[in-house]
């Protein structure tokens, strides 16, 4: 500590005072207080910055020697330092505008008496410090709190609670195989279940199962073996309303996945976004914003990595972002500290129950936020608008259809910021590489989410060369006059209406794909307006087509509109028929499992065909 206040002074002329004076429960704390105060003030004759180490202590004790109510005592008296030093320097520091940092530690506190102890001080110094920013930001003064071991504490009991206890991995994929290390590293009694066949696994996964002589249960009926275990740890894609799971729950198993306690555990800040559309934009723009602005930044969830078994790497001063799909926020207890819902359409209703289930999931990312939180969400959406009434923290809205008095809006392709019913330009379709105005929404969303992190300027720096992501209206090549865009990403009809309205020219639209049971109806419309020609594919071609002949109908129109059974089929089909100054679009506007592997390879495998012509 000396060595670290002889740097600072010496790089950066800031002088630092440290005063251990206890603060103990029944003592004159507040005589302490205000004499070490007066010893700040007649040494510098002036206080900036005040840090308190508000800790749970209980140094040196074991259970043996002392009470709960003593540990409470301990407890307690890391709050009342922090309140008698706030009270103390708050003249000073609204003197010289300064700020406050509520340092929340939590030293020789040990076993379940130690870490319940610095759960109820962290969240009371948690508490502390959200009443005085409120109350303190009119007079300038900046109050912050830092909890840097509650991240470890409850990794630690976590690490303690699976030893020896019976785990279950539902779901074996390439992303789970760190989760898999890392319970046989801790010693945890592990079984894996999977729906494949097992010669449909990868013979690298399974000869590691064999050697961390790992139970595996394989196949259609692989649940029937879920009994008996401590801890579930479900894929996205095996809903918790499953039997076998809600079985093992009533029976007093824990059903969770690696997000969700990854964001219980995180040491920093948690940004997740959400959306039936927009997600991975969002969430990657988001990303790129914060590392260009110096942050260390995890991308998880739907992209990037697994991070859960990266938790001992991840600092406080660390963000994490998240792009989160309703598998993954269905039955989660917890939320990110800063979360964005970019619209709710139907989605995925051939795995969920029903729409409501679906909707419910997708709000899971903001309710069980504390009222720090910031919830970022589509004002121009019913169901998300409607959220802004049970958020607990703070809601930011966007909107690319209304003006706001607060948030950020787009008008006439001009991304806005507005504060109080003033609109101030932050940045126009003209500036930046992306396409469309969904885009655009997309932009404000990420705004919105890094708006108390980053300085706006710096930020759009980040969106005017941020060029977008693979697979959403990618151009793959200019070919005799005519542009090929890969929209694979384009899994619903929403999502194909916006890659419809970013362009103004002629459009050769192929799509199509596996059918999710969702209404093509509301893109008949776009399809008429917008298309010169339609090539469809996949299992929802009949849809498609079904509901663009009614509107022709309806609008007394015709439209040249095919049929292939292929992709490679409706690719030199769009070869053949494109003029120049037409653009060939590729967006689906459905899901890939008709043909492909995932949306991935469909794009992957748009670019590569297109590339050989």
């Given at each position: 500590?000396?060595a670290a206040?002889?740097e600072l ?16 429960a ?6 302490v207080v ?5 010893q700040a003030?007649d ?6 910055v005040?840090?308190?180490?508000a ?14 109510e003593q540990?409470?005592?301990?407890m ?13 320097c ?5 003197e ?6 509520n340092?929340?530690?939590g ?51 976590f ?5 020896k206890?019976?785990?279950?991995v ?5 992303s789970?195989i760190?989760?898999i290390?890392y ?9 894996v279940?999977d ?13 590691k199962?064999?050697?961390y002589?790992?139970?595996c ?6 649940l029937?073996n ?14 918790p309303?499953?039997?076998e ?14 997000i ?5 555990m995180?040491?920093?800040k948690?940004?997740?976004i ?5 997600k991975?934009t969002?969430?990657t723009?988001?990303?790129r914003?914060?590392?260009?602005a ?10 990037g ?8 790497e991840i ?7 998240l ?6 926020l269905?039955?989660?207890?917890v939320?990110?500290?800063i979360?964005?819902i ?10 969920h ?5 679906y909707?419910?999931a997708?709000?899971?990312i ?6 720090t939180g ?15 009434n ?24 001009i ?18 590489k ?6 655009l ?17 710096k ?6 060369e941020?060029?977008?992501?693979h697979?959403?209206?990618?151009l793959?090549r200019?070919?005799n006059?005519?542009?090929w ?6 899994t ?18 192929i799509a199509?794909?596996?059918?999710k ?9 776009p ?7 339609l ?17 022709l ?6 439209l ?9 089929e409706?690719?030199?089909l ?5 003029k120049?100054?037409?653009?060939v679009?590729?967006?689906p506007?459905?899901t890939?499992f ?13 670019r590569?065909?297109v590339?050989?012509?």
């Amino acid at each position: 500590l000396e060595a670290a206040k002889e740097e600072l002074e010496r790089l950066y002329g800031i002088k630092v005072l440290t005063v251990q004076a206890d603060v103990n429960a029944g003592a004159d704390n507040e005589a302490v207080v205000n004499n070490v105060v007066k010893q700040a003030m007649d040494t510098y004759g002036r206080i900036d910055v005040l840090i308190n180490n508000a800790q749970a202590s209980a140094s040196g004790v074991t259970l043996a020697d002392h009470t709960t109510e003593q540990f409470d005592l301990a407890m307690y008296s890391g709050l009342y330092a922090a309140f008698y030093y706030m009270k103390a320097c708050y003249p000073y520091l609204k003197e010289t505008k300064g700020s406050v940092v509520n340092f929340a530690s939590g030293a020789g506190l040990f076993g379940n008496y130690g870490q319940c102890s610095y759960a109820a001080a962290k969240e009371g110094i948690r508490g502390l410090t959200r009443v005085a920013a409120n109350e303190w930001a009119k007079d300038g003064i900046n109050v912050n709190v830092v909890c840097p071991l509650a991240w470890t504490a409850q990794l630690e009991q976590f690490e303690k609670d699976i030893e020896k206890k019976k785990i279950a991995v539902i779901g074996i994929g390439v992303s789970n195989i760190p989760l898999i290390d890392y319970l046989h590293e801790k010693k945890a009694e592990v079984s894996v279940f999977d729906d494949r066949e097992e010669d449909k696994i990868s013979k690298d996964i399974l000869e590691k199962l064999k050697k961390y002589n790992f139970k595996c249960y394989f196949g259609k009926r692989n649940l029937d073996n879920l009994h008996g275990f401590y801890l579930i740890f479900r894929s996205p894609s095996c809903l918790p309303t499953k039997p076998e799971l809600e079985k093992e729950a009533q029976r007093g198993a824990i059903i969770t996945t690696e997000i969700e306690q990854l964001i219980k555990m995180a040491p920093c800040k948690v940004i997740g976004i959400t959306g039936s559309d927009g997600k991975t934009t969002t969430t990657t723009l988001t990303a790129r914003i914060l590392e260009d602005a110096g942050y260390k930044v995890y991308l998880g969830g739907n992209i990037g990595i697994p991070l859960f078994t990266k938790l001992n790497e991840i600092k406080p001063e660390d963000l994490i972002v998240l792009e989160l799909s309703s598998f993954q926020l269905m039955g989660m207890k917890v939320s990110p500290d800063i979360s964005a819902i970019t619209n709710i359409t139907p989605n995925h209703l051939n795995v969920h129950k029903d729409y409501q289930e679906y909707i419910n999931a997708k709000k899971n990312i903001y309710r069980n936020q504390k009222d720090t939180g910031i919830l970022v969400i589509n004002a121009d959406n019913d169901l998300t608008r409607e959220c802004q009434n049970d958020a607990k923290g703070d809601v930011i809205l966007f909107s690319s259809k209304q003006k706001l008095d607060y948030g950020f809006i787009v008008e006439n392709g001009i991304v806005k910021e507005c504060n109080d019913g003033i609109r101030k330009h932050i940045v126009s379709q003209d500036e930046i590489k992306l396409k469309g105005i969904h885009n655009l929404e997309n932009i404000c969303t990420a705004l919105a989410l890094t708006k108390k992190l980053v300085n706006t300027e710096k930020a759009v720096d980040t969106i005017k060369e941020f060029a977008g992501v693979h697979h959403r209206l990618e151009l793959v090549r200019t070919l005799n006059g005519v542009e090929w865009y890969n929209d694979s990403a384009s899994t619903t009809p929403t999502r194909g209406i916006s890659a419809l309205k970013s362009f103004n020219k002629e459009i050769v639209l192929i799509a199509g794909g596996a059918d999710k049971n969702l209404d093509y109806t509301p893109i008949a419309k776009p399809i008429v307006e917008k298309v010169k020609s339609l090539i469809l594919i996949g299992q929802t071609a009949n849809k498609i087509y079904t509901a663009v002949k009614n509107e022709l109908e309806n609008q007394n129109k015709t439209l040249d509109i095919h049929m292939c059974e292929t992709f490679r089929e409706s690719l030199e089909l769009a070869k053949r028929i494109a003029k120049p100054g037409q653009i060939v679009l590729f967006s689906p506007a459905s899901t890939s499992f008709d043909m492909f592997k995932d949306m991935y390879d469909r794009g992957d495998q748009f670019r590569e065909e297109v590339n050989k012509f």
